[in-house]
């Protein structure tokens, strides 16, 4: 896979790309991680248990929603058929599906979701054999992840927009 970060400057425009607001994003992480690292040093430290058993472990993570990074994660890969079929509208329909694969930059490669809600949009007719997925973590809330995903073929046209919403699990 491709970061859009890592594309040409032509590229992350057609793509809609706009690496200020990346840059943003990263600083309002960095900020957050130090903020939370001072408050953690001035938190006094709670007592050791003896021993977390399984049951425990499952009781403190119990009704805690994984957060999501504000600012969203891009993701950028390329997929085609194995087989190397022509892309059809019902391979672009499957690729847009996986938008669960830009959840792992935004909460760790364990997290997976089933899906509530999923929409894809044609604005174009499929060509080729590969498709540029560019996916998008808009947000997410209570244990809910927004994911949005623009295809394109390998001329960089835009061949369909999609969304899709997940209930998270991890």
């Not at 425009?13 to 790309?17: L, P, S, T, V």
């Not at 329909?93 to 909460?107: I, K």
């Given at each position: 896979s491709i970061r859009l970060h890592d594309l040409s400057p032509e590229l992350q425009?057609?793509?809609?790309?706009n690496p200020a607001a990346e840059a943003a994003a990263a600083a309002a992480d960095e900020k957050r991680a130090k903020d939370a690292a001072a408050l953690a040093k001035a938190r006094p430290a709670e007592p050791k248990r003896a021993s977390a058993t399984a049951f425990d472990t499952l009781l403190q993570s119990f009704g805690q929603a994984p957060e999501i990074r504000p600012g969203g994660v891009d993701l950028a890969c390329w997929i085609r058929a194995r087989c190397g079929a022509p892309l059809?509208?019902?391979?672009?329909?499957?690729?847009?599906?996986?938008?669960?694969?830009?959840?792992?930059?935004?909460?760790g490669p364990t997290t997976r979701g089933s899906s509530l809600d999923n929409a894809i949009r044609f604005v174009a007719p499929p060509v080729g054999e590969w498709v540029l997925a560019a996916m998008h973590v808009n947000g997410g809330e209570n244990g809910i992840a927004h994911v949005a995903t623009r295809l394109f073929s390998e001329e960089g046209i835009l061949l369909a927009v999609a969304a899709q919403t997940m209930r998270l699990r991890g």
């Open positions: 425009a057609a793509f809609g790309y059809d509208r019902r391979l672009l329909a499957v690729v847009a599906d996986c938008a669960f694969l830009a959840l792992d930059d935004a909460l």
